[in-house]
């Protein structure tokens, strides 16, 4: 193995968890804000101009805090809780295509870390691993209202993935590749995955609110009832990282759903720009394209936040058992007829 | 049963339609309704900076007034700290000496006037008890601060401007 090419995976990784950071940190900011504007207030607007240091000021606060840990909780596991949602959910960044290869110093270089081809399934891994962060954390708190939370998360990140993987199956129909890179190349020119799919992504679009936990699916830490759920314990830095964890899901999940059914990097007019501005910079218009398409659903993640109310309990899982679930089984029948017919002609 | 009043109304409980059940309409509907909130005038007062109109009964922070002549009003008897329901106002009465008639209006005053902010509810029984017309709420917010002991105000804050100072202080800003 060459020493160039650690240096640029190296750089790639160090980039792109930077950048993750701070995009997660910026929606701490966005979503205040957004929530503010919607409600007919202003927002943060003391830290900085326009309070754009808020995000620092929230951080410098959390590490000041007073960190406590209960006397009847298992110490190891409250640790392990907060560290583990943290460290999965930077995990997913690691397939997301961000870009066309680009050439720098006559090297080609791809901007995704690594293109395994599966990583579709990579991806579904890490996902579900991430409830184990919210399991671990209400279950080694010792305190009723936190194990509510956990067994909340773990039933409901159960029953969403199953819808999430079959609407992922009748894409992969459509696909036929579990590579994100490839999928990507796939919806070069309007082919985007959201035009014979449109079903498909709703169900998935449903799934994602529930897996990172957001309204209208935030039962785990569902503050009426469970005054917080899982991190009803927490303090300090270690509910910092359950939060930021939360806000690097949706990033994550974001990313996703741009890339597997918004055509991820490409654009209309894309071929006419790469070749007006080159190998170098035409691609970097693709990852500036690429960061657009996840603001504006990470835009819509705090949209549907301050507009939809939380799901009752019951209703959640008729909406995950009953109704999400045939109507992806559905799709891919149908999808699978289609396909088949369209084939035959 | 009948109605006696004749208001009673039977809502229907219709079971849901199909668009109604399938939810996604009606949520399309209300974050219509929020995106429109984006463009609407914002209602925050920037405190502060800006501060909104009290209204007429408002009851701020407390003063201890003079009369006409710039003397204190209060002889320290106690009634407003008898009246206080939430025992916020404390009070060492002293003897007026020889030559501070023009400081004191009556032979006795207070030499210490204490009132603890954080105790205080505010509810306007002192000005109703005195019998001298010497304490009213008609000030501010009291503000906010980081130390207990800073909210027990003494009368360095609660004892009005004498008049020479006041008029030295509009003379100033004219």
Known sequence: MEIAFLVEKLLLVTILFVATLTVAAYSTYAERKVAAFLQDRVGPNRAGPFGLLQPLADGGKMFFKEEIIPSGSNKWLFIAGPSLALLVSFLGTAVIPFGQNIELFGRVIPLQVTDINVGILYIFGVVSLGVYGIMIGGWASNNKYSLMGAIRGASQNISYEIAMGLSIIALLLVSNTLSFKELAEQQHGWHWNIIYQPLGFLIFLVCAFAETNRMPFDLPECETELIGGYNTEYSAFKMGAYMFAEYINMFVSSAVMVTIYFGGYNYPGMDLVNGALGATWGPLVGVAVMFLKIFAFIFFFMWVRWTVPRFRYDQLMDLGWKVLIPLAIANIVITAIVITVVDKL | ?174
């Open chain 2, 1 to 174: 049963m009948e109605s006696l009043s004749g208001r009673k109304k039977v809502l229907e409980q219709k079971p849901m339609n199909f668009w109604e059940r399938i939810y996604l309409p009606a949520i399309f509907r209300g974050m219509g309704i929020t995106f429109m909130h984006m463009f609407k005038k914002k209602e925050t007062t920037f405190y502060p900076e800006q501060e909104r109109e009290f209204s007429e009964n408002w009851r701020g922070m407390h003063s201890l007034k003079r009369d006409e002549n710039g003397k204190e009003r209060c002889t320290a008897c106690g009634l407003c700290a008898l009246s206080c329901p939430a025992e916020a106002i404390t009070m060492i009465s002293a003897e007026r000496e020889k030559g501070e008639e023009h400081l004191y209006r009556e032979e006795k005053y207070a030499a210490v006037y204490e009132i603890n902010m954080l105790r205080c509810i505010f509810c306007g029984l002192c000005e109703e008890a005195c019998p001298k017309e010497a304490i009213y709420l008609d000030g501010p917010i009291v503000p906010a601060d980081y130390l207990r002991k800073d909210f027990i105000y003494g009368k360095d804050k609660l004892v009005e401007m004498p008049i020479s100072e006041l008029e030295a202080l509009k003379g100033a800003t004219v």
